[in-house]
């Protein structure tokens, strides 16, 4: 019942915190200078029709509360730049498709690796495979994503030619993956070892050695599963960002994805498609939020969801 009671409330708060991040964001989008028709190749007098036409002549909280009856209705517009006269939500659907199956390739690759490499360093602490294997996370956390993605572009499809440049080709999924899998693993590996390191000085695993059981018992069984709680934290906006795609991966190795999207939404001021976007991402987020704190109560039966 009291489970039933969160999650109601939760959900109620969801809808509010993305009803809030719709305002606002549609509203600073409106701040940016320019229209979207400006990049087109017309005279003054097309571009004055195309802006009637979508509406953009309206005050503009006439074109918000337009745009918020259509989106009740499932409507969210069509492209005006991008893909001109297509509805917004297939691009985004038929988009979202190839950044998660690119996205849970690098969310598998990122957790199982985070985590062992966590388990290992927090086992080896002041020994040579955590001073490893720090160095390492400490450099993945902090090299920029079009870095890493430049860097594995030049020595392995351009100086060695073991992978394709081409994402459409076979094995060109392999170095977009590993550019986004980069940052949370590292991130993950430092989270768990932390996480280790707490719960091994615990007084209910020295109980449980006293009792005669084996330290891979100890470690895999008991200590490992209270220490994933703080992983389980971040694993919910890492999943929504990881599954909507990198938007610097995307990029540079021209996937067609909801990330490359974005950005080029961005750029070419595609009102539409940014709303819905964004909308779309921040839907996944509180999602995913919600689902990694209903997972608490099962990794540790002694939270309890206020």
């Known amino acids: ?26 509203f600073l989008m409106n701040l940016m200078p320019g229209d979207p028709f400006m990049s087109e190749k017309a005279s003054e007098e097309n571009r004055a029709i195309l802006i009637a036409k979508y509406g953009l002549d309206q005050p503009v909280y006439v074109q918000y509360g337009k745009y918020l009856t259509n989106l ?32 849970v390739r690098a969310l598998i690759l990122a957790i199982v690796c985070g985590i062992i490499l966590g388990c290992i360093a927090g086992l ?19 090299m920029p994503g079009y870095v890493i993605a430049s860097a594995l572009m030049i020595f392995l499809a351009v100086s060695f030619k073991v992978l394709p440049v ?6 060109g999924w392999i170095m977009p993956m590993v550019t986004l899998a980069i ?19 615990q007084d209910y695993l020295r109980t449980e050695r006293a009792k005669g059981m084996s330290e891979f018992v100890v470690v895999f069984v008991h200590a490992l599963k209270n220490s994933l709680i ?65 997972l608490y109560k099962i990794v540790d039966p002694r939270i309890k969801l206020d």
């Open 166 to 171: 081409s994402y459409n080709k076979p094995g």
């Open 230 to 294: 703080p992983v389980i934290t971040y694993l919910g906006p890492l999943t929504a960002s990881i599954l909507t795609g990198g938007f610097v991966a995307e990029s540079v190795f021209s996937v067609p994805g909801l990330g490359r999207y974005f950005v080029s939404s961005i750029s070419r001021r595609d009102y539409t498609m940014i709303m819905g976007v964004t909308i779309f991402y921040s839907a996944l987020i509180v999602f995913m939020n919600l689902i990694c704190d209903i």
């Open 1 to 26: 019942m009291q489970t039933s009671r969160y999650i109601v409330k939760r959900v109620l708060l969801a809808f509010v915190s993305i009803f809030a991040i719709i305002t606002i964001t549609y």
């Open 183 to 201: 940052y949370p693993t590292s991130y993950l590996t430092r989270l768990t070892r932390a996480s280790i390191l707490e719960v091994m000085n």
């Open 72 to 103: 009740l209705k499932g409507d969210m517009g069509t492209s005006y730049v991008l893909q001109k006269g297509r509805a917004v939500k297939d691009i985004i659907f038929q988009s979202f498709a190839v950044s998660m199956g690119l996205g």
């Open 124 to 142: 080896c602490k002041d020994k040579w495979p955590d001073a490893v294997i720090r160095v390492f996370s400490s450099i993945g956390i902090s």
